[in-house]
Every structure is written in structure tokens, then in C-alpha cells.
């Protein structure tokens, strides 16, 4: 019904930029909230960043100041500015869409992309 195609993912050197962008199609008449989240190697997947469809933004405490997520509402499009990487970024980075169903919220992942920061 719903899919997420991401892109950007790469190697990157500390302190360098990537942007990450994911774009979903299907069956959506409304994206309530779209996000990142990492899952390094050995760790639990973590929430990077969330946006909703009024912009209000979250992000988690190791990547505020540096990451910045955007969305195109029209376009049902999410991306994350990633700046002033670390080693510590380097994971899988999964593109995440939630969809009011009636009652029901479904949530919908991309393939995820890798990023590897080297030092």
C-alpha cells in the first residue's frame, strides 16, 4: 500500500555533511508523522529525529544542533540534513511514515541506508 524509497546514504569523514532523503507513494491521503532512526551495530534502533505535518520537530539529544529534519508535505517527501558528523552516526538509518488508519496508526519503514563516518 505505502512505500518509502530512501537515498543519500554514504560515506562520510567526521565533520563532514550527508542529506538523506525518503519519499513515500501509494496509498496516502496523510503522513501524521515522519522520522529517522539508526540502528548501529550491537545496539538498540534509537529515534533520531521526528517531524508532523505541522513541522513540529523532535530530535534525540546526540544529534541536536547538528542534524536537521525537513519535510514536503506535498510531496510526501522527509529529509535529514546531517552536519558536523561523528564516528558515532555511522549506522543504518531507516526512514520512518505513520498513517492514520481510522482508528488505527500504521507505520510504514524504508529498506534503510548506511552511513559510515570515518575518523
Known amino acids: 500500500q505505502v512505500q518509502l524509497v530512501e537515498s543519500g546514504g554514504g560515506l562520510v569523514q567526521a565533520g563532514g555533511s550527508l542529506r538523506l532523503s525518503c519519499a513515500a507513494s501509494g496509498s496516502i491521503f496523510s503522513i501524521a508523522v515522519m522520522g529517522w532512526y539508526r540502528q548501529a551495530p550491537g545496539k538498540q534502533r534509537e529515534l533520531v529525529a521526528t517531524i508532523t505535518s505541522g513541522g513540529t520537530t523532535t530530535y534525540a539529544d546526540s544529534v541536536k544542533g547538528r542534524f536537521t529534519i525537513s519535510r514536503d508535505n506535498a510531496k510526501n517527501t522527509v529529509h535529514l540534513q546531517m552536519n558536523r558528523m561523528k564516528p558515532e552516526d555511522t549506522a543504518v538509518y531507516y526512514c520512518?511514515?505513520?498513517?492514520?488508519?481510522?482508528?488505527?496508526?500504521?507505520?510504514?519503514w524504508g529498506q534503510g541506508t548506511q552511513v559510515t563516518v570515518s575518523s
Open positions: 520512518n511514515a505513520d498513517l492514520p488508519d481510522g482508528r488505527y496508526t500504521r507505520r510504514y
